[in-house]
């Protein structure tokens, strides 16, 4: 699934007629044109990014696919989750559809998750659906959320509720661009590369605890690494279980449950990214594993401590400003009931029977995730 000269790396995602590269390494941002120009019906791309990474790195990408005869249009929307919204995606298909493009047409989501989810949601359904690249600028959407096919916007009943599964034909992830990504952003991301040793990789796990801090003051050849082992990772998942029809790919929201419940109770907002609540739920996840007897006490700690030395947030308590915020073990209940993982109301937990030994559970009482959630209030 590898391969690639010293500098980049390539991992492919195997998908019977629709499988795609990842290209990951340092300086492809001026190179997306030559990766994608065999890739293309018609040498017409239109590239979406957002307010903040289009001013970075928007000239750049539309210069790279201009160098090999491509034409290269750019839309920007808004920073931010409010891009997801319903009226923001009415807005980004009329000016999709002002520059009328026809279904040869591809479009480049420059950015982070936000920007991915929304310009894959975008080609599974203009004009019925044309092809997409992603160009994942921040560490979480270049070890998950631009791998695998899940595209979605949000509704007031909850995030990704509309969407589709639908692949993209290659993904492009500079390492370079997290250079200007802020310090919590890129820790954000590090717990989705963490996530991976968790899950069924106990030696990278390892690898995290020696080499996370490297990685994150900016060693290059150990970004590239966290990033090829996780996307080698998540291909594998996606491979054998595109759609999320067995519980393989249910294994990748491993402290989701619980971060999920976080976030709404922190409005999907600033409080808390996404990829801190994935932090915190998977150390809540590796807790209640102990506490049920299923996991060493002692690989609990050693979770907690790794994220928690590299800066993610542990305590509920500092989360939102320190006692500012009043947590209550039955809302962040409620909260898991409407998660879309929920199956008639019965609550999914991903817990683990050590590190790198995860496994998917429908089974655990609400008595025990209440304990857990009112100590994890108290400390
Ligand atoms: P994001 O897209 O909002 O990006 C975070 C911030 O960083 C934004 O302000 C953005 O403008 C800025 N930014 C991006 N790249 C930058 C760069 N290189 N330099 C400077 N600033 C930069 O957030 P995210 O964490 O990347 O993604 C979160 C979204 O991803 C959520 O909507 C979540 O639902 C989604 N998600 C999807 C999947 C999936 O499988 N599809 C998986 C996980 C998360
Ligand atoms: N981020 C979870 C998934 O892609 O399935």
Known sequence: MTSGAASSRTVRVDLAGRGYDIVIGPGLIDRIGEFAAPLLAAPR???????????????????SFERVGIQAGRVVVPAGESSKEFGAFARLMNELLDRRPDRKTTL??????????????????????????????????????????????????????????????????????????????????????????????PAFWEWCEENGPDLLAGDAAKRTYAIEQSCLAKARIVAADERETTDLR???????????????ETGFGPDLLHGEAVGTGMAMAFDLSARLGL??????????RHLGAVGLPMRLRGIGGTNRRQWDASRLIEHMRGDKKAEAGRLTFILARG????????????????ALLDSAIAA
């Open 250 to 264: 249910a294994l990748l929201n491993l402290g989701h449950t619980f971060g999920h419940a976080l976030e709404a």
């Open 108 to 201: 480049v989501a420059l950015g982070g998750g936000v920007v991915g989810d929304l310009t894959g949601f975008a080609a599974a359904v203009l004009l019925r659906g044309v092809d997409f690249i992603q160009v994942p600028t921040t560490l979480l959407a270049q070890v998950d959320s631009s791998v695998g096919g899940k595209t979605g916007i949000n509704t007031r009943h909850g995030k990704n509720l509309i969407g589709a599964f639908y692949q993209p034909r290659l993904v492009v992830a500079d390492t370079e661009v997290l250079d200007t990504l802020p310090r919590r952003e890129l820790l954000a991301g590090y717990a989705e590369v963490a996530k991976y040793g968790l899950i069924d990789a």
């Open 295 to 304: 996991c060493p006490a002692d690989d609990a700690a050693r979770v907690r």
């Open 355 to 370: 590190i790198g030994k995860a496994f998917v559970t429908r089974d655990v009482k609400e008595d025990a995730v209440r």
């Open 45 to 63: 791309v239109i590239v979406i990014s957002d307010d903040t990474v289009e001013p970075l790195y928007g000239a750049r990408v539309a210069a």
